[in-house]
């Protein structure tokens, strides 16, 4: 565990998502999610 605040991991998640290397969908049912394609 990396004991991250949930605005780092936020922002890191971002991050990746800006670079294309995660996807990212929000759902009313799922909620929030990232997706990492390239993996």
Do not use: H
């Not at 605005?7 to 009313?28: C, P, Q, T, V, Y």
Request: aromatic share 12%.
């Amino acid at each position: 565990k990396l004991s991250w605040s949930q605005d780092r991991a936020l922002r890191a998640l971002g991050s990746l998502e800006k670079s294309g290397m995660a996807k990212f969908r929000e759902n009313i049912v799922t909620g929030k999610q990232w997706f990492f394609p390239s993996l």
